[in-house]
């Protein structure tokens, strides 16, 4: 079985701060592991991915994220947030490329002028 | 920029009656999905279609739902008899095979209402 932990329901800072979303994983396989953003009565939309190589991978947006094998985790990080930004961020693990999504609660980040 | 696309946008039904929603994903995918949100809850997997076949279904995919593939390119969910508990935004999926197709695409989700 796949989960998914996303420990914080809300995420807040301020413009122009760093920000970091956490998720942490549990798959059987080689985790396929995404970011979706959701703004109000929107769908998800792809922000970025690791499947394998480079451990930090770059997404839209200037969003970032780093794969940690150990800890079995995955946090989405920028490095200077937007009020734009604000939206519910959802962690999401595979195990296979056909296989379904596993999401986390998602977390609403708010960002504060 | 290719991207899966869903119709109705929104569909307000009566409890008991039949509603079918359509989906048309990204025209070399292999892989179809149906997830849905109850609204304020997480994306729950409802089921996942590859080659003309259901591959995993979860438990909230009962007898009451079903899903085909009726051409090329239409993806469709149904739910034969509608429960005020379906009400939900419901998100189509699908992905391919290596590189940018292991992604997932999401549609832009229909907001079913039932009364």
């Known amino acids: 079985a796949q989960s998914v932990a996303q420990p914080e329901d809300q995420v807040n800072v301020a413009e122009g701060n760093p920000l970091t979303v956490k998720c942490t994983y549990s798959?059987?396989?080689?985790?396929?592991l995404f970011w979706y953003v959701q703004y109000p009565n929107r769908g998800l939309q792809f922000l970025l991915k690791y499947i394998t190589g480079d451990n930090l991978v770059k997404g839209s947006y200037g969003f970032e994220a780093e794969f940690n094998k150990s800890q079995t985790s995955f946090h989405l990080k920028k490095p200077s947030a937007l009020v734009s930004d604000s939206a519910l961020y959802f962690c999401a693990v595979r195990d296979n490329n056909a296989g379904k999504s596993t999401f986390g609660d998602g977390t609403t980040l708010t960002v504060k002028p | 920029e290719p991207e899966v696309t869903q119709t109705p946008s929104h569909q307000v039904t009566q409890m008991g009656q039949e509603v079918i929603l359509r989906c048309v994903p990204i025209?070399?995918?292999?892989?179809f999905y149906w997830y849905r949100q109850i609204l304020g809850q997480k994306v729950e997997f409802l089921v996942s279609?590859?080659?003309?076949?259901?591959?995993?279904k979860s438990e909230i995919f009962d007898d009451q739902f079903s899903v085909e593939r009726p051409d090329g390119s239409n993806f469709t969910l149904k739910i034969r008899s509608t429960k005020l508990e379906d009400s939900a935004m419901y998100f189509c999926a699908s992905n391919g095979n290596g590189g940018e197709e292991e992604t997932q695409y999401f549609g832009p989700g229909t907001r079913l209402l039932v009364l």
């Open positions: 025209s070399n995918h292999l892989y």
């Open positions: 798959v059987s396989g080689n985790p396929y």
């Open positions: 279609f590859y080659n003309n076949e259901i591959s995993e």
